[in-house]
Structures are given as structure tokens and as C-alpha cells.
């Protein structure tokens, strides 16, 4: 099976209600007229951040050649780029586009179909922190989402979580460190508001993780929904 990859794509728009119209006529249009990156990702998780007019999209990506062209099309010069941000929607909003990516090293619960488990309505939280090294985290990380038949995720509201290694990502670790995503999905804002207090690096949980070297600021958190779902190829 190819390296599954996720790019968190925030930036602002004229309004959600413009974007969202945008995004459907892209899908709704003929496949010899959808954009061309439209044809690298499989699915897209879109929604609003909490900040006005600003919104996210997760880009379910298969595969490393796949992951390679979508960045290409959208380097700051690209031609493709370029042309995208002349629509009403996404013009002089060029400079508040970030991107944070990540390879899929965890998946839970796994999906019976492709990138299965994020529905309609749901809600994203997508966090990042420091650790000494992504690998080992990974470890620690399923065993702690999946044991005892998956009572984490049953306790804090979460029904899909992925986590991983990121790179080329806005967000970055302290030196000497690795940052890692993860993203939970949950079902209501209030079971993400309740999980939110506990990311938190002054807290009973993550304070202990960083007392112990296992977790390192600084952390970083968004809010993507709730979101609505877009099929690529």
C-alpha cells in the first residue's frame, strides 16, 4: 500500500458562503474542466477555522508522486496558483495561505474503506507538538488511542484519529526536535472544547509528557468545521 499523506491548508476567503459555491462548482464541473490537483487528492475535508472568512481544507493524499505534484501546483510562482487566487473569492488572500503536512503513520480506528471515518458534519482538531523522535512517538501514540478497545478515543468524544512525522510545514518544532500532527475527529464542538483543555502544555497531561521529555513546545491547534466532504480521484 502507497504512504498516505494529509496537507492542512488554511487561508482567507471573500466569505465562506463564496467558498463554499466554489468548491462545489469545482467538483460539479466536467472532469476535463476540474483543476488539475483535483485528480492527485482523494478526498477533501473542508470547513471554517474559528477566524472570520478563514477556512481549512485537509488533503487526503495516496502516494508520494501524488503529494509531489500537488505542492508543485501550489508553489507561491505556480502558474496554477496564480490564476486560482484571481477568483473573486480568493483574491488579495494570496499571503494568508499556510500549509501544514504530514505523512499518516497512525490511523484509528483503520478504515474498512479508504480514508473511511470522517463523515459529513464532523469536526476536525488538527495539533502539533515537539517530541525527541516521530518514530518512537508513533508507537507510543496507537498504543494510547487503541488500547482497551479504543477508551481514549471512547472518553474524550473522538470517533478518527491519524497522526504523523510532518515536513514543510508552517508549524515547526524547537530545535533539536520533531514535530508531529495529529488529527482527531470528533462528532460535537463540545467534545472537542473538552479535549482542548487538556492539549495544553501548562496542564495536568501534557505537563507531565513535557516533565518527562516525551513532548516539547510549542503547541499549535485549529479548528477545521464543521466540515463537508469533496471526492477528488
Known amino acids: 500500500m502507497s504512504a498516505k499523506y494529509i496537507q492542512v491548508a ?15 462548482g469545482m467538483v460539479a464541473a466536467p472532469e476535463a474542466e476540474q483543476p488539475p490537483h483535483m485528480a492527485l487528492i482523494t478526498k477533501f475535508w473542508c470547513g471554517k477555522t474559528s477566524a472570520q472568512n478563514n477556512v481549512c481544507v485537509c488533503h487526503c493524499i495516496d502516494g508520494k508522486e501524488n503529494l ?8 507561491p510562482d505556480s502558474s496554477f496558483l496564480q490564476g486560482f487566487m484571481q477568483s473573486p473569492v480568493m483574491a488579495g488572500h494570496a499571503d494568508s495561505m499556510k500549509w501544514n503536512n504530514f505523512e499518516v503513520m497512525v ?9 473511511s471515518g470522517v463523515e459529513e458534519g464532523d469536526i476536525i482538531g488538527v495539533y502539533s507538538h515537539g517530541v525527541p523522535n516521530a518514530s518512537e512517538w508513533a508507537k507510543v501514540f496507537e498504543h494510547a488511542v487503541s488500547e482497551d478497545e479504543g477508551a481514549m478515543h471512547k472518553n ?8 504523523g512525522k ?12 520533531e514535530a508531529v500532527a495529529v488529527i482527531h475527529v470528533f462528532k460535537s ?3 472537542k472544547a ?6 495544553d502544555p501548562t496542564g495536568e497531561f501534557f505537563g507531565g509528557m513535557i516533565a518527562a521529555g516525551g513532548a516539547s513546545e510549542p503547541f499549535y491547534s ?3 468545521g464543521p466540515i463537508f466532504i469533496l471526492d477528488g480521484k
Do not use: R
Request: net charge negative; charged share 30%.
Open 10 to 24: 488554511t487561508h482567507d476567503v471573500s466569505g465562506v458562503a463564496a467558498w463554499e459555491k466554489m468548491a462545489a
Open 222 to 224: 485549529l479548528c477545521n
Open 156 to 163: 474524550a468524544g473522538i470517533t478518527k484519529s491519524f497522526g
Open 107 to 115: 490511523e484509528y480506528p483503520k478504515g474498512e474503506t479508504h480514508w
Open 68 to 75: 509531489e505534484k500537488v505542492q508543485e501546483l501550489f508553489k
Open 189 to 191: 464542538m463540545d467534545d
Open 166 to 177: 510532518m515536513f514543510d510545514s508552517e508549524w515547526k518544532a524547537a530545535e533539536g526536535a
Open 194 to 199: 473538552s479535549f482542548d483543555k487538556m492539549f
